[in-house]
């Protein structure tokens, strides 16, 4: 079974800085994806990125890259110009083949960013 | 762009009634999800579907709960007799095909059982 874990629970950052948040993951699969999703007050879940695990190069969205060290089982969220908007809880999100042909989302505990004016 | 919905996105019951949560993926997809957060834990796979039926199905998809396309474009959720523990934003989300694309989610039900 694949396990998704978060070591921040919480973290704080400047307004207009950079923060990195930390994933691990273990998985005996080679092939699988990788995503960040942000949880808003709202409780709704936004992908922010995903990583396809074949892919050497980094994965970025705007203000939004990763880090992906593949053999060290790792996968950082770098939020670069930190916004208000930004303040959020943060889900590391690991998908590979869980048999039976079906495919899902195993999450991590999260980790609750708070932005600062 | 299209998105998945959610109905209702809050619902209170009393502890042993049937609620159903209600969904509506997006057009194109096939492939479809719950998911369950109790309040300040972890989103939790319950179950997928495709093709009318079941296509796995977690631990804690009890007995107490089913899934049904009832037509093209409604996926539900329903839970028989509800209890304590079921109380936590249920998600629904979405995908093309499994394998390759992302799971979209809609915007959650709020469970509240008494």
């Known amino acids: 079974a694949q396990t998704v874990t978060q070591s921040q629970p919480e973290m704080s950052v400047q307004e207009a800085e950079t923060v990195t948040l930390s994933c691990t993951y273990d998985?005996?699969?080679?092939?699988?994806?990788l995503f960040w999703y942000k949880q808003p007050p709202s409780r709704q879940m936004i992908l922010v990125i995903r990583?396809?695990?074949?892919?050497?190069q980094n994965a970025t969205e705007n203000r939004f890259s990763v880090n992906f060290q593949k053999a060290a089982k790792s996968f950082s969220l770098k939020i670069s110009d930190s916004q208000l908007g930004d303040t959020a809880m943060y889900f590391c999100?690991?998908?590979?083949?869980?048999?039976?042909?079906?495919?899902?989302?195993?999450f991590g505990k999260g980790t609750k960013l708070s932005v600062i004016p | 762009e299209p998105e998945v919905t959610q109905t209702p996105s809050h619902q209170v019951t009393q502890m042993g009634q049937e609620v159903i949560l209600r969904c509506v993926p997006i057009?194109?997809?096939?492939?479809f999800y719950w998911y369950r957060q109790i309040l300040g834990q972890k989103v939790e796979f319950l179950v997928s579907?495709?093709?009318?039926?079941?296509?796995?199905k977690s631990e804690i998809f009890d007995d107490q709960f089913s899934v049904e396309r009832p037509d093209g474009s409604n996926f539900t959720l329903k839970i028989r007799s509800t209890k304590l523990e079921d109380s936590a934003m249920y998600f629904c989300a979405s995908t093309l095909t499994p394998s390759q694309e992302t799971q979209y989610f809609g915007p959650g039900t709020r469970l509240l059982v008494l």
């Open positions: 057009s194109n997809h096939l492939y």
């Open positions: 998985t005996s699969e080679n092939n699988y994806y």
């Open positions: 999100a690991f998908m590979g083949h869980s048999g039976a042909g079906s495919y899902q989302l195993t």
């Open positions: 579907f495709y093709n009318n039926e079941i296509s796995e």
């Open positions: 990583q396809e695990a074949y892919k050497q």
